[in-house]
C-alpha cells in the first residue's frame, strides 16, 4: 500500500496524522542512515528518554545536519503543528484559521504547479489540497534519501589526544 492508498478518502484527521507518521518514520530512516551504526544511535531513538524520539527532534536533528534543506524543513514544521492540532482537538479541520494558515504556507513542490497548466487538478488554492500535494512531495522527495545519505555516513574517528 502506498502513501497515496493511505492517505486517500481519510478524514482531515487522519489525513494529518498519517501524512505526519509517515514522514516521521523517513526521517528516523534517513537519521540512521547517517550516523554511525552502533548501540548509542539505537538509544537515540529507543531508550526511555531517547532524544531522537520525537517527531520535532528528528526535524531538528535531520536540519541541524543537512539532511533536509531549508524548505523542507520549514514544510516538515507545519506538518508537524497542523498534527499536533489534529491530535489535541477533535474539531480541529481544514476550515480552521490557523491550519488553513500552516497548510498555505507550505511549498515544497508547489513551484512546479505554479505555472498555469490546463491539465492540473491540483486545487493549490484548497487548504486540504495543498497540504495532500506537499506531503505528497515531501514522501516522494525522502522516498531514497536514507539510500543516499548512506554514502556519506559518519564513520568512527581516532581523534588525537
Known sequence: M???DKTRGETD???ALVAASVIEEMLE???KAFLLENSATK???ESGNAPLSTFSAK???SRALGLVS?????DIEFVRKIRNAFAHSILTSFEDNQIVSWAMAMKVGVAELETPNETSEVAL????ERFS???TNLVLNFYNRAHYVRSHRLTEQNWPL
Open 29 to 31: 530512516e534517513v537519521l
Open 59 to 61: 526535524c531538528s536533528m
Open 133 to 135: 500535494f506537499v506531503t
Open 2 to 4: 502506498t502513501f497515496l
Open 13 to 15: 484527521r487522519g489525513r
Open 43 to 45: 538509544k537515540l531513538f
Open 125 to 128: 488554492d484548497d487548504p486540504r
Open 70 to 74: 531549508a524548505e523542507e524543513y520549514r
